[in-house]
């Protein structure tokens, strides 16, 4: 049998444009034999990855936010050149992210520290703590109790305030707002909020000698007293039963997760959150 090849390549051009393939990428050259002579047919399959993110370079981009919002007392006195900075480091932190991966709830369980924020009712809080010489606010946490669920959880806003001279100094009182959520989308959670409790008071040194003197002995009143304000706790439910009437809820986008830093935004215009790792408390 004599079988003549084409000796002209007018009938296959190599692209103009060369491609590298991906090293997932495979192929399969079949070959059959007809009449005919050679067919020849070509299956490609493509798989993509995830880009794989230098973890030096995702360091820097952490390092780069935490820097640009240091010396904005958690964003209560940003300039409109610290917000653009601000807002262009991450963006370019989000943007290492892998947009399909699903929200891990055992990375986002504990507690997490507000380090900067352009929500404004939060930014209300730190003003009037700039403002009124009897009112201060200490730290800012977010805590998620959420290890081991798979469809979300609790999250409660803890606020840590005092009155100078009548409770400590940053760890007076503790304003509690509760919340459940769950997970609506890939990246979004819905909070339900639930309650807003006043917990935790602690008085400071001269008014609890004011009510019970060290120099005279505690009568049972007294100690009744200081017991009380210890154990006070004041509790508001936000939730509602009443048909017809919607709970107080919002969506909340976690644009950025990994074991030591949270971001999130709230949508709708609510601002954005920045978060780093804390200690866990009760």
């Known amino acids: 049998m004599d079988l003549r090849l084409p000796t002209t390549t007018a009938l296959f051009r190599p692209p103009t444009t060369s491609y590298i393939l991906p090293s997932s990428s495979t192929f399969s050259f079949p070959f059959s034999y007809s009449r005919n002579g050679f067919r020849c ?11 794989q993110i230098n973890e030096t370079e995702l360091e820097n981009k952490k390092y780069d936010l935490l820097k640009a919002v240091q010396d904005t007392q958690r964003g209560l006195t940003t300039t ?24 891990d709830l055992e990375k986002l369980d ?4 507000l380090q900067y924020t352009s929500a404004s009712d939060v930014l209300v809080l730190l003003d009037s703590s700039s403002r009124l010489p009897f009112f201060q606010v200490g730290q800012i946490f977010q805590k998620f109790e959420c290890k081991g669920k798979d469809n979300g959880g609790y999250i409660r806003n803890v606020v840590r ?9 940053n760890e007076g009182a503790t304003l509690l707002v509760s ?22 008071i602690n008085i400071s040194d001269e008014l609890q000698a004011l009510i019970a003197p060290a120099l005279l002995p505690r009568s049972f009143l007294t100690l009744q007293i200081l017991q009380a304000i210890r154990s006070f706790k004041a509790q508001v439910p936000v939730s509602t039963t009443s048909p017809g009437r919607q709970s107080v809820g919002g969506l909340y986008y976690l644009s950025y997760l990994d074991r030591n830093m949270l971001v999130g935004r709230a949508v709708g215009g609510g601002g954005v959150f920045v978060f780093t790792r804390a200690q ?3």
Not at 80 to 103: A, G, K, T
Not at 110 to 113: H, Q
Not at 179 to 200: D, G, M, P, T, W
């Open 41 to 51: 047919s070509m299956t490609t399959t493509f798989t993509s990855s995830p880009p």
């Open 110 to 113: 504990g507690t997490w520290r």
């Open 280 to 282: 866990n408390f009760v």
């Open 179 to 200: 919340a459940k959520f769950s997970i609506v989308s890939r990246r979004n959670i819905y909070l339900q909020f639930e309650e807003i409790s006043l917990q935790n």
């Open 80 to 103: 409109p050149n610290q917000r653009s900075e601000i807002e262009e480091s991450l963006v370019d932190l989000e943007s290492c992210r892998v947009d399909n991966e699903p929200i």
């Open 161 to 169: 305030w005092s009155i100078p001279r009548l409770l400590e100094d």
